[in-house]
Structure formats: structure tokens, C-alpha cells
């Protein structure tokens, strides 16, 4: 038995293999936005269409803006992408050597073992059921999380950008057909498409057999040995829900089951559902089967005695009854010092009772009458018991202080570019006021719940202009800085993102292109002495140093230091703007080439002011317009 053992651990080893992947795609909620490319009328690429990728290369190459655009993305989400595909192929690669598993215990490649002893064997017997189940809660999931046409347009830019790799993977098409959009979507209001998901768990061909057995097994078995931990027959299908978990995916393999089959749909729902009817799946994903088994005939018949308005009052009333009785049993537990050794010991059956009875109805409760969103049903940190409460309290005043900022610098600084008279000063005023409330509030507060107040304020506040800095640079940037690269970014205590208002990203580039607005050299004048900037036309003061101190009290040093980077990178650009201008036009202009050949005659050698300055400039103007 020895060989059939090492394959089925491999099987298993497979299974925690692709977890880690698996839990990327489940959990990676910054999805690149591949289907939503700004030139999308350009590009709408998805596998399975008509024209071919000579069409497309075609019109990149017809277009320099788009050849840029395609090099700006491949440089950008190449990285992504390739994991993503990594994932995708995993699947892939998980029910292939399944498969091949199954073919080589038909084949008898172990001896003296089939599939039929395989399931005799406990271990066996899980991990086929766990192997059949999984795959199906990665499909399930993988068209939860992503879009369809997202897939696919992962798909084909992956094979675009990667054609080495791409072509020399023989399976490629296979994970194509495998993921293609299904026209599921999980957002509400949409309908279910027809046939889903049976169809789309049939797309890589499986032994019936195999899936017979395994649902079979799952009907009558109890595979994981749960019955003997809830005695109590009204406990039965809280023992059994991880398996019913699992049959209600396995069955979606044999979609006739569902449809025709009414007996076997009969005996399922009184062994798995006779008093519950949504179920967690996996890892906090709950299905209610009202919804999920509507288009079913005989599960939808099967499932219509759980619903009936008697049996769902007396489960409530039974298990609202549970909860109050339970109460104070559990306050009169948890008083200090009750739970004693001795006590402990002495009472081992009652206080497993207990915790058996509470666990039950709050498992029941929070399934069927939490809202839409589930929030009690996501699933906890396992670490939480081992949680340090100074650093849930320091981590809680950190989260909320880096919402409340953020919102507020992005509130406070919106200008409206058609303003008579600016909003700059008034505006900054009023955030430096602001500003200076949030800080003498944690001034205030951080001798009394002993934190470092003003080193909190520091570090979170100067991670949220730095971030917003960075957000803004990378318009100027062909490799941009994502956010899960960003070393500002946290997925512990996020900074939140905020549509944009303008031609700015963040409230940085709105402060700057502000402060550029006022003091454009066509409309204003700088007096050096007097370091103030004055209207060409009515002679009135527009701004004076005084601004950067008020951006001092608003954003601080690292607002400053942040204005400063941000004036580099549009400096840059303006150069590489006038560069190309110069390159494609002045420079092939012979009479332009002439007039400053002209003038790097009359100026060289430079060894001190030029002479005839005034009397050049008007030659070069003069040169210039013939």
C-alpha cells in the first residue's frame, strides 16, 4: 500500500501547493484594471475573437501614442500579470494530475489497488473527496473575485508581453478554455447565466465514475468522524456542515442530481439541510441555497421542506430560546477566578456541553439572520488570541487617524480654477487650522491612554503626504509605483484612495497646479524685492512669500519637501516636451537651422556679456518670421 500512499500524499502535497496561490487570487483585492485600459476603444483584446493579433499589432504600430501606451503597460503590470498567469496555470495543473492520478489507478499502475479501495481506506477517502471539492471552490472563487473579460484580458496580455514563455507552454489554450468568461457576475442585479455552474465546472473533462463515488461517499459516509463529537440529534447538521459544504460543490460536477434526481436530492437535504439553508462554503464565502438551487427542479422541491414557514419559526424560536438560557450560564463561567483547575477537571462534560450548545445556535444565528454583507461571518485571524491590546489600541488610533486626515486634505484642498479672487490662502488657512486640531488632540490625549501621540502623528501623517506624492509623480513616470510595491502603502493600515477631481490624482498635485495657476508668468509679475508676486493687468497683490509658510503650517516639512519633488517632475516633462517640439519641427525647419547657426556665430567665443544683445534679438525675431 506503500506506492497508492505516496501518490495520494502527492495529491495532497498538490493541494497545498496551490493554497498559497489560490489565496493570492482569493484575498489580492487591487486587481490591476486590464479591462478598463484608456485607450480600451483601441485595444478591446479577449481570446476567441475573429481578428487575429496581426490586426492589433497593426494598429499599435500605426500609432506611436499606442506603442507607448502598450510599453508604458507591459513595463508596468508585467510583474502582476505573471503572477496571476502563475495561478491560473496552477489550477490548471492541479486537475491534470488529478486526472492523471485517477487514469493511472484504473490502469492499475499500484498494485492490488483501484479506485473502489482507495475510498475504503479513510485517508483515501478524505483526500479524494477534499481533491474534487477544491477544485471546484477554485473555480467558484476565481469567478467571484474576477470578471470574466479581466480574465481574459489577463490572458492575452500575459501571452502578448510574455511570448517566450507563453509559447513554448503547450497548455496555454487549455487554461484559456479552462477560465474564459463564463458571463457570471457577482455584482447585484446582474443575472445568473444559464447553465452555471455546471457547464463551467465541465470544461476539463472528469471521470463520472470518479465523481459518482466521491458523492456517493459524501452521501453516506461520515468521512471526517464528526457525528461522535455531537451527540444530540439536533446537532447532526452542525457536525455534518463542513461535509455538506462539500457535497453541495461536488454536486454541481452531476448537475442531473440536482435536476431530476428527486429521492437522492430528498435524502440530502434530511441529512444535510433539515434545518438550515445557507451554508459557509469556504473561508467565509456563504451560499444560500434558496438562490443557489432555484433553478433546479428536484433540489428546489427537496429543499422547499426545510423552508416551510413552520419549520423556519420553530428553528428560530428553538435556537433564539438557546441563546437566552445560555446567557447567563456563560456570564456566571467567565467571572474571574471560576475557571479553576479543579473546576475544570470536575466538570469536563458539562462545560463541553456548553460550549457545544453555544457554539451551535451562534453558528445557526449568524448565518441566517446576519445582513447582505456578513460582517460577523468573515473569517478571524487565528493570531487574534495572541493579540497585545496596547498594540490593537495603537493600531485602531493609527487607522482612524490616517482616514480622518486623508479625507480631510482631500476635502479641504479642491480649488475651483474660475474663482474671481483665489481660494488658495483661504483654503490653506482653514486646513492649517484643521490640521492643528488633529494634532493637539493627540497632543492631548497621548499622556492619558499612554501612547507616543506626536510620533504617531508624525509617521502617519508624513506616510500620507509621501504616499500622495508618489501617486502624483507617477503621471511622469513610464514604471509607475503601485500600491502593493509602494513603501508607503500598508494593507495593515491602509491610506485611502480618492477619485480624482481634475487633471490631478491627489490633493498635492491640486495644490501645486493651484500655486502654478496664480503665479503663471503671463498674467503676474514676481517683484524680487519685495518677494511677491502682482496682477500684470489691475497691479494687485496676487501672492507673497507668506504662502509657502502657510503650506509650512498645513503640510509641514514633508508637504515642502514633497511641492519640491513634485515642480522636478513637471520641470522635466516641460523639458522633454520642448525637446521633442525642437527635435520634430524647429530642427527640420532649414530656415529655423540658419537663423540659429547665425546666432551661435554671432555669440561665440562666449567670454563675457555679449555685445549688440538688443540689435541680435531683433535680427533673431526677424529671421524667425521670414
Known amino acids: 500500500i506503500s506506492p497508492l500512499f505516496n501518490q495520494v500524499v502527492l495529491c495532497d502535497v498538490i493541494i497545498l501547493f496551490i493554497s498559497p496561490l489560490f489565496n493570492q487570487v482569493v484575498l489580492y483585492d487591487v486587481i490591476i484594471q486590464v479591462g478598463q485600459l484608456r485607450t480600451s476603444s483601441h485595444l478591446q483584446l479577449r481570446p476567441g475573437q475573429d481578428k487575429g493579433p496581426e490586426y492589433y499589432d497593426s494598429k499599435l504600430e500605426a500609432k506611436p501614442e499606442l506603442q507607448d501606451l502598450d510599453d508604458e503597460f507591459r513595463e508596468n503590470n508585467i510583474e502582476i500579470l505573471s503572477r496571476f498567469y502563475l495561478a491560473f496555470e496552477s489550477v490548471h495543473k492541479y486537475i491534470v494530475d488529478l486526472i492523471r492520478y485517477l487514469d493511472d489507478l484504473y490502469e492499475g499502475v499500484y498494485i492490488q489497488q483501484t479506485l473502489e479501495t482507495v475510498l475504503l481506506n479513510e485517508d483515501g477517502k478524505q483526500l479524494l473527496c477534499e481533491a474534487l471539492y477544491l477544485y471546484g471552490v477554485m473555480l467558484l472563487v476565481i469567478d467571484q473575485k474576477m470578471e470574466g473579460e479581466v480574465r481574459e484580458r489577463m490572458l492575452v496580455s500575459y501571452y502578448r508581453y510574455s511570448a517566450a514563455r507563453s509559447s513554448a507552454d503547450s497548455n496555454l489554450d487549455d487554461i484559456c478554455k479552462l477560465l474564459r468568461s463564463t458571463g457570471y457576475s457577482s455584482q447585484s442585479g446582474v443575472k ?344 500684470l493687468k489691475t497691479h494687485q497683490e496676487v501672492t507673497n512669500n507668506r504662502l509657502f509658510s502657510e503650506i509650512q503650517d498645513t503640510l509641514g516639512t514633508f508637504g515642502l519637501n514633497g511641492l519640491d519633488r513634485l515642480l522636478c517632475f513637471m520641470i522635466v516633462k516641460e523639458l522633454q516636451n520642448f525637446l521633442t517640439v525642437l527635435q520634430k519641427t524647429i530642427l527640420r525647419d532649414k530656415a529655423m537651422v540658419d537663423v540659429f547657426k547665425a546666432m551661435l556665430s554671432a555669440v561665440n567665443p562666449v567670454k563675457g556679456i555679449v555685445g549688440r544683445c538688443q540689435q541680435l534679438r531683433k535680427d533673431s525675431y526677424h529671421g524667425c518670421v521670414h
Open 192 to 535: 445568473r447565466p444559464a447553465n452555471y455552474p455546471e457547464s463551467y465546472f465541465q470544461r476539463v473533462p472528469i471521470s463520472a465514475t470518479f465523481i459518482s463515488m466521491v458523492i456517493g461517499r459524501l452521501r453516506s459516509d461520515d468521512i471526517y468522524n464528526q457525528v461522535s463529537a455531537y451527540p444530540l440529534p439536533e446537532h447532526r447538521s452542525t457536525a455534518l456542515a463542513n461535509q455538506a459544504a462539500m457535497l453541495y460543490v461536488c454536486l454541481y460536477f452531476i448537475p442531473s442530481i440536482l435536476q431530476t434526481q428527486q429521492a437522492k436530492m430528498r435524502e440530502i437535504v434530511d441529512k444535510y439541510f433539515p434545518d438550515n439553508w445557507v451554508i459557509s462554503v469556504y473561508m467565509g464565502i456563504t451560499v444560500n441555497l434558496v438562490e443557489a438551487w432555484e433553478p433546479y427542479k428536484a433540489a428546489k422541491i427537496a429543499l422547499n421542506y426545510t423552508l416551510d414557514s413552520a419549520n423556519i419559526r420553530e428553528q428560530a424560536s428553538r435556537y433564539s430560546v438557546s441563546m437566552e438560557g445560555l446567557r447567563p450560564q456563560i456570564q456566571q463561567l467567565l467571572k474571574e477566578g471560576f475557571l479553576r483547575e479543579e473546576i475544570v477537571l470536575d466538570n469536563i462534560p458539562k462545560l463541553l456541553n456548553c460550549l457545544r450548545d453555544c457554539n451551535v445556535s451562534i453558528r445557526w444565528l449568524m448565518l441566517h439572520t446576519a445582513d447582505s454583507g456578513r460582517a460577523f461571518c468573515r473569517p478571524l485571524d487565528p493570531c487574534m488570541k495572541w493579540v497585545d491590546p496596547k498594540q490593537l489600541l495603537e493600531d485602531g488610533i493609527r487607522k482612524e487617524l490616517v482616514r480622518r486626515v486623508a479625507y480631510a486634505l482631500h476635502k479641504g484642498l479642491i480649488f475651483n480654477p474660475k474663482a474671481k479672487t483665489s481660494e488658495l490662502m483661504p483654503k490653506l488657512k482653514e486646513m492649517a487650522a484643521t490640521m492643528d486640531g488633529f494634532y493637539r488632540s493627540f497632543e492631548y490625549i497621548q499622556d492619558y491612554v499612554s501612547i507616543y501621540g506626536l510620533k504617531i502623528w508624525q509617521e502617519e501623517v508624513s506616510r500620507i503626504i509621501n504616499y500622495n506624492v508618489e501617486q502624483e509623480c507617477n503621471s511622469f513616470l513610464r514604471t509607475k509605483i503601485q500600491d502593493w510595491q509602494s513603501v508607503y502603502q500598508s494593507t495593515h493600515i491602509p491610506i485611502p484612495k480618492f477619485p480624482s477631481v481634475d487633471e490631478s490624482a491627489t490633493f498635492i498635485g491640486r495644490l501645486c497646479r493651484e500655486i502654478l495657476r496664480i503665479t503663471d508668468p503671463k498674467m503676474t509679475c514676481y517683484m524680487d524685492q519685495l518677494n511677491t508676486w502682482y496682477d
